[in-house]
């Protein structure tokens, strides 16, 4: 079957399944597949459609606590949604989207329509729930998920290489179409290349973010979005934020968009609550302004709490002096686009990436990039740092200006320490 064809077949079979599916399913019998801390990702085996190598089924995030959706204003505790899997592809589109309240009524419901198949990554919920829908029948409606994951354990490192194989070669393939919209080629209208090839400029950028994919909707939609040019800001007393970084290894990751700095020790702690460092991603020119002043560049420093909350400190740059941080992430810049380097038995510390007067702005937003999720805590610090002009040149080499617009303020509240 060609490619056209088993799309058209998915597009087919998804349309049949959402027609005969009513909006309020009837009760399930939920299997956990995954957990992470704050969720767990839950299927409905009894929902399973199948169909050549296809199959549709019902599953559902189950939050700790429920989140506020923007769209809304409600708050949602669980999110049950209806995918198709491709079990020879090793892809998976979104259908169907469910917001249930904590009482287990629905908040809002939403249709995809054009779902967009993406690849499975090995290690991630969809490869669990792919694994247990994917595996032969016979084997299986009494064994548990466990002995099913031990059933399979042999081939697991193939089906990873060959995952991991696929996604590179995708990768490859997207980075070329990149190149092609930026020389001013034509770009492909598949909707899942467009998805994945969203950028700074042209057809892809930021005012066409929101119609790239479903998952982006956000980025049109959203009413708390960064970044913002900071005004009008509350000064009060804020707390200090407490930040915790060790000399520690790392990886230096080149997206093709922007550098990207991963440590593997780190956090910041705030009000008590702890925050762990994820990664370190550099903007040119800066993303937010202050009173429309805009810098040279921006490190944005992000952080994940136990429950999923993300925090985000951002550092502005102006010309001055050399930054060891970040000559540290040029120096180990991989040879390769959209690869990473990890130098071992090399550390960096990220203390001189900070001023030392801490005083910050700290407001509500989401993140700059697609699928610009909100309810991101941020805090940018009031007193900029410097990178030379040597540093500022290089990355302007290698990256076209990688800035979101400013995003409005929506009557959100903005404050800033007294000192």
């Known amino acids: 079957m060609s490619p056209g064809n088993s799309s058209l077949s998915a597009r087919l079979f998804a349309a049949a399944f959402l027609a005969a599916t009513p909006a309020s399913a009837p009760a399930a019998a939920w299997h956990t597949v995954a957990e992470a801390p704050g969720r767990r990702v839950e299927i409905d085996r009894d929902s399973v459609q199948r169909a050549d190598t296809r199959r549709i089924v019902r599953s559902r995030i189950v939050l700790d606590r429920p989140i506020v959706d923007p769209r809304t204003s409600a708050s949602y505790r669980s999110i049950e949604i209806e995918s198709s899997y491709d079990c020879a592809g090793r892809t998976h589109a979104t259908l169907r989207r469910t917001y249930y ?105 930021p005012a066409h973010w929101g119609s790239l994919s479903p998952d982006f909707a956000l980025c049109a939609s959203g009413v708390r979005q960064s970044p913002i040019d900071i005004v009008d800001a509350f000064a009060v007393d804020l707390p200090p934020i407490r930040f915790l970084y060790p000399p520690a290894p790392f990886r230096v990751a080149d997206t093709g968009r922007y550098l990207e700095l991963a440590v593997q020790d780190g956090s910041i702690e705030l009000l008590g609550k702890s925050y762990r460092l994820d990664r370190v991603r550099f903007h040119n020119p800066s ?133």
């Open 101 to 205: 309240r904590e009482d287990d009524s629905v908040l809002r419901q939403e249709e995809v329509r054009n779902p967009v198949e993406m690849p499975v990554r090995s290690g991630t919920p969809d490869d669990r729930i792919l694994r247990e829908l994917c595996r032969p029948r016979g084997d299986g409606a009494a064994l548990t998920i466990d002995q099913a994951l031990g059933k399979v354990n042999e081939a697991t490192a193939d089906l990873r290489k060959a995952n991991e194989s696929m996604v590179d070669e995708a990768v490859r393939k997207d980075l070329r179409q990149l190149n092609q919209i930026l020389a001013g080629g034509k770009t492909p209208a598949s909707p899942k290349a467009a998805a994945r090839d969203w950028a700074y400029e042209g057809a892809a950028g």
């Open 287 to 419: 993303e937010f302004s202050v009173a429309g002043k805009t810098y040279e560049m921006e490190a944005q420093l992000v952080h994940r709490a136990e429950d999923g909350k993300q925090a985000v400190v951002s550092v502005l740059f102006g010309q001055g002096a050399e930054n060891p941080v970040v000559q540290t992430a040029l120096n180990h810049l991989p040879l390769e686009r959209g690869s990473e380097a990890a130098p071992p038995g090399l550390t960096v510390d990220l203390a001189p990436l900070l001023p030392q007067q801490q005083g910050y702005f700290t407001f509500m937003g989401s993140l700059t990039a697609p699928p610009c999720t909100e309810d991101v805590l941020w805090m940018v610090l009031k007193t900029p740092q410097e990178v030379s002009a040597g540093q500022l040149a290089m990355f302007r080499r290698l990256y076209p200006p990688n800035a979101r617009p400013a995003q409005a303020l929506s009557g959100r509240i903005i404050k800033e320490s007294r000192q």
